[in-house]
């Protein structure tokens, strides 16, 4: 037997996390009830979803997050440690070993963007990596960019550079902000005697 209409898979998941409003939930659940085809692909997304919101919940991904994910993961009880610097201005930054996750804020006009490139560099312009094509509200006026804690905990004093960068369909760039980040290391590690 296979199911005539199965439901999507995205809708699967937003069903598992609780995220369908009542009427789309009850159609979603009254199909569960009568197709087990359904219900196995439910508990796959169930496993899936899991590993993901594991993944995501350890703070160690360099991802854009949204609002609600921040707000989600400090109602659980994880700590929350976040810097909000303007656009072509710096802040002090640091973690401890209590910090659960690291987000930046950063501000920036986005209303004009079509794709946009979070760039991080060091204090020589140097370009250490880039998020390309990042997802983005473009009345926003901010992009939440999750540092990994992991990464944040081990790296030693220094200057950290991002940039929000627009680019055009040709490829050509235009710079939304940059943004920079004086790193003291609080934790014990290598260079500490
Ligand atoms: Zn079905």
Not at 17 to 35: D, N, S
Not at 50 to 64: F, H, P, Q, T
Request: proline share 4%; with cysteine; net charge negative.
């Amino acid at each position: 037997m296979s199911c005539a209409n199965p439901v999507d898979a995205a809708v699967l998941a937003e069903y598992w996390m609780g995220a369908l409003a009542g009427a789309a939930e009850e159609r979603v659940e009254e199909h569960l009830l009568e197709c087990d085809e359904c219900g196995a692909r439910l508990g796959e997304v169930m496993a899936l979803a899991d590993g993901v919101r594991e993944l995501a919940r350890s703070g160690s991904l360099r991802m854009i997050v949204s609002d609600w994910f921040v707000r989600r993961l400090a109602e659980e009880g994880a700590r929350v440690r976040e810097y909000a610097p303007p656009a072509g201005g710096s802040v002090q930054c640091t973690v401890t070993a209590e910090d659960d996750l690291l987000i930046v804020r950063l501000a920036a006009d986005l209303s004009g963007a079509r794709r946009v490139d979070l760039g991080v560099y060091d204090a020589r312009g140097r370009e250490r990596g880039r998020l390309k094509d990042i997802p983005f509200h473009s009345e926003a006026g901010n992009v939440a960019f999750q540092e990994s804690i992991a990464w944040a905990k081990a790296a030693p004093s220094e200057t950290v550079v991002t940039r929000l960068i627009a680019v055009d369909e040709a490829g050509g760039e235009r710079l939304l902000g940059e943004y920079t980040f004086h790193h003291t290391r609080s934790l014990p590690g290598p260079g500490d005697w």
